[in-house]
């Protein structure tokens, strides 16, 4: 069998090259690789032109055990990563009949008539392990050459295709060629920065060899990877826990919001859903981002109450009932705002909880006492009423940063308020 | 002068290679490249390892002029990007003053000490032209090897500082490198496919040679980029106005929304401006995308009234006066609900423009009636209203790119119908 030490990923398409679309099929796929411990040393990409596809894929070959190839398997002229694969491999191409049937089925389905470039995606190298688009018209592929003991895995570019055609066909294939498991657990890390959790767990990520604990930082959160190493995954999960009950025990501990739970928003749906509670939010400066970010959450029909954007003061006095008073003596964008704001939602839609933001996005709009990024965030229940104060990216965060950050605080406020309600 | 037949791109950082980050700044530099007319053939990614990166750097500029670095620029002992370009292209690395004071300055503004890391990042290859960082400390640099006709150009990695460095002084510095002018423009397409806009000008695309036409698809729009080339960007914007005025008098003439204008919500906010006219949505599956992407736009709280989140039927009821007889009847993802739901939020707020979705954005909640995917966008002036109906995916599509058309749909009938208004 073919021992895989090393992997590269080469991205066909001069789509790429052209900075059309962000090539998240790379990101995508060195993600999975890692989780399956597989070493993934270099990514390329080319456009779609024969020969210097030709010199990438010799390039790979010689380097790395495994080649992961995506793009170029569509039903035009200039797809020829199939072809390219095949040639410097020494296969012949031969109608593939199941596959030729899975297109036909699929095209017949939406009604679209076969043409003799469909015809020609089901075309196949020799003996190559066929992977099933559920999502589109062509095969993914793997060829293995077991002399120089290389494989070439040849997937289709579009992530829609990609995504669930690596996660049902080839990982399944991967993990035949390992025996050594990696599993990962992650923790999910809101309200400390990325350098202080570092220096809060430098012990432990340092002296800690298996598992093994490394932070990453995405948009003001922070994740901690705990990847644990060995023969059977209950041999790993058990180290896993282990490390994540000490963890909890450090000062990060009160900023962790969940364990492999995915987004904030996620967190927030799931906490309301199992204590049967409702939200709803009054938003200025975010203008619908902490309920679309809530509605991306499937399910999130049943907590959220409902929401309003807020931007004009008259719509604030009007349907949340904040007082001119108020406004007048501090502002919009203040402390005393964001609670009416967030009581003044709760009771609009009877909620449980309201949360509200109100801020300067900017870029426009900034004052020396209120730079661009000053944002307060309210949250209202029956029981307290808070409000967190925001500096974000002291004046020079950009529109998206700003809306994006005052989201995730608004979020957060309502998940610790969900977890303190019963 | 060193001559730039061919560009390449060569990202440094094994947090790419894990699949933590999606590779942005490649997509970023290479629209930019595209746009300065510099060939692109390949582009790679290594780890943060000395030979390999040496290898990958080593063939790069083997194979092509001019190779672009992110990465690996930054203050830590794994950060190796400028000391393997200068150990390849014979450089020493001295201190430059001008780069150490600008860190130093940058510091003392967010209080922070300077450690010996950071002087690091003042270590520049001799002879280098140096390239400001506003964003960061790292400075960005080029290395011209005049006798093999050879540039390496080394940027930070982080978007936030790569992208205003790559426009405020890498362009400028690359200009100089050509007199032949590439000059682009965008013709924005809403609400006709890909395929068909191909179709539809296949003549004028494959017959015309400057300026060239080529179509792109993004999440549900199609952009036809057109590119003239000449002496001057006065001779190329003519030629570009010419095929611009072509295409519009072809059928993809009326799902044009704009040219050079960004995004549909770009448009919209700029017309509704332009016509001091207000807007207000009332979104059930959207769940406040509408506004959020409204809100994108800086400058949008001049003609967004308000929007309200209305999933429950009760608060269609109570807030947007959906009558109880169209609920019970057609159901709350109906054409009829829409339309009230428009009508409603539109007197609500006291707007101009009303608009409205509905729909089943899945995963779960779809029937064989209507499946996942089925939505209803109304829109309602006091001169008009309208409903469209969309079938997103044939029940295939997932919740986000639901969200995402629905979302597109309400905003470009919006647009239209800021247009017709005066």
Redesign the interface.
């Known amino acids: 069998m073919i021992k895989i030490n090393s992997a590269e990923i080469l991205c066909v398409g001069t ?10 099929d ?9 989780a399956l411990g597989i070493n ?8 779609d ?1 024969p020969e ?1 596809l030709s010199e ?1 894929l010799r ?1 790979a070959l010689d380097r790395s055990d495994l080649v992961i190839m995506t793009g170029g398997l569509g039903p035009t002229y200039d797809d020829l990563t199939k072809e390219t694969a095949a040639r410097l491999m020494r296969r012949e191409l031969k109608l593939h009949e199941e596959s030729l049937a899975r297109i036909h089925a699929r095209l017949d389905r ?1 009604g679209i008539e076969m043409t003799e470039n469909n015809k020609k995606q089901a075309y196949l190298p020799e003996g190559a392990v066929v992977f099933k688009n559920n ?1 589109g018209t062509a095969p993914g592929m793997a060829i293995e050459d077991e002399e120089r003991g290389k494989i070439a895995i040849l997937l289709p570019g579009p992530p ?1 295709e990609c995504e669930p055609m690596f996660e049902e066909e080839v990982e399944p294939y991967l993990k035949k060629f390992s025996s050594h498991i990696l599993y990962s657990r992650n923790i999910h890390i809101f309200g400390m920065g990325e350098s202080k959790v570092e220096d809060t767990l430098r012990d432990i990520m340092t002296t800690s060899l298996n598992p093994t604990v490394a932070p ?1 930082a ?1 948009s003001g959160e922070v994740l901690l990877r705990v990847t644990a190493g060995g023969s059977s995954e209950d041999e790993c999960k058990i180290l896993c826990d282990e490390m994540i009950e000490k963890i909890k025990l450090t000062p990060v501990g009160e900023f962790i919001y969940g364990i492999d739970i995915g987004t904030l928003e996620d967190a927030l749906v799931s906490e309301l859903t199992a204590k049967g509670l409702k939200i709803a939010s009054a ?1 200025s400066c ?7 970010r ?3 959450v ?4 049943g907590v ?9 003061n008259e ?1 604030k006095e009007r ?1 949340v009932n904040v007082s001119r008073e108020t406004l007048t003596k501090f502002g919009a964008v203040s402390h005393e705002t964001a609670i009416e704001m967030a009581r003044g939602v709760r009771e609009l ?1 009877g909620s449980d909880i309201g949360v509200s933001t109100t801020g300067i ?4 709009g900034g004052t020396p006492e209120k730079p661009v990024g000053t944002v307060f965030v309210g949250i209202s229940t029956n029981k307290y009423e808070d409000v967190r104060e925001l500096h974000v990216g ?1 004046g ?1 965060a950009d ?2 940063y700003v ?1 994006y950050i005052s989201a995730s605080n608004a979020i957060e406020m309502a998940l610790r308020a969900a977890k303190k309600l019963s």
Do not use: H, M
């Open positions: 789509e790429l090259l052209l900075g059309d679309i962000v090539n998240t790379a990101a995508f796929i060195s993600r999975r690789l890692a993934q040393y270099f990514q390329s990409t080319v456009g032109n210097r990438a390039l939406r999502y829609r990453y995405k938003e975010t203008g619908g981002y902490v309920a679309k809530i509605t991306n499937s399910g999130s029909s959220l109450d409902g929401s309003i954007v807020t931007y004009a719509v349907f839609f996005a900017g870029p426009t002291n020079l529109r998206e809306r």
